[in-house]
């Protein structure tokens, strides 16, 4: 445990840098809605791939057949979270209007703090923690651009948009810390089922928002089938030729 705090002070720098980069571009230029599409399919290929090669063998080694219920625990608790909260990707040029209130911020800070946990117990994983830290950093990038593009959309200033990346970044640390505080580091079998609860975030978010977004926005299917391709073999090669378990 003694890289822990060193592994998530680097993983959170570069994922806030990755959540700058997607959450700025849409105020300096006007991006054409297509543009997005690709981005989002490497994203989603990245997180199922994170899920099917890394955490769900991970899992299962220690949980056995059991780690499907942590996984569908996983799915459902981000589907409540979004179904009932916030909507984590909506549409960005075609939603209706999106107010950012007490209860998005809650659904967004939620959802973030299960990133959280899941890089917290990936750290403590060993070979696993850099796998999360990919996933969560190609998903971000897209979130940011998506959710700034709707704001801006929807009229809300630049302060409070920093603002909205802010609690996003923060809440990140935050569930890591939880997880490293919460799960005893003698305990395989609780992290066991905190990575196998992640699988499911990560499926929920692959299958469920940026799959879906891709059909929304852009018409040239065939790169963004392959993007979506590419994400998954990257995380495929991570396991299977560069040894990261």
């Known amino acids: 445990m003694s890289g822990f705090f060193p592994s998530l002070g ?14 700025m571009l849409p105020t300096l230029r006007d991006w054409h809605r297509e543009r997005l599409g690709t981005i989002l399919s490497l ?30 625990l996983g799915f459902l608790f981000l589907y409540f979270i979004e179904k009932f909260i916030t909507v984590h990707i909506c549409e960005v040029f075609d939603c209706e209007v999106h107010h950012l209130g007490v209860a998005a911020f809650v659904g967004i800070a939620i959802h973030s703090l299960t990133n959280g946990i899941a890089l917290g117990s990936g750290i403590m994983t060993p070979g696993l923690g850099f796998v999360v830290f990919l ?11 998506s959710l700034t593009s709707v704001l801006l959309h929807s009229g809300v200033k630049k302060s409070m948009i920093l603002l909205v ?38 499926i929920h978010i692959s299958l469920s928002d940026l799959l879906p977004e891709v059909h929304k926005l852009s018409s040239d299917k065939l790169l963004n089938f392959f993007a979506f391709v590419a994400g ?6 991570l396991e299977n030729r560069f040894g990261t378990h």
């Open 135 to 145: 996933a969560i950093s190609a998903h971000k990038t897209p979130e940011a651009f």
């Open 165 to 202: 990346h802010l609690v996003t970044l923060s809440m990140i640390p935050l569930g890591a810390l939880m997880a490293y505080v919460l799960i005893p580091s003698a305990d395989p079998l609780t992290i066991a089922k905190a990575i196998a609860f992640s699988a499911g975030t990560f």
């Open 10 to 23: 680097i993983y959170t720098a570069v994922i806030a840098a990755a959540i700058l980069v997607g959450g």
């Open 43 to 72: 994203g989603a290929g990245i997180m199922l791939g994170s899920a099917f090669f890394h955490l769900l063998p991970d899992a299962y080694d220690t949980l056995g057949r059991s780690s499907g219920v942590w996984v569908l």
């Open 232 to 237: 998954l073999a990257l995380m495929w090669l």
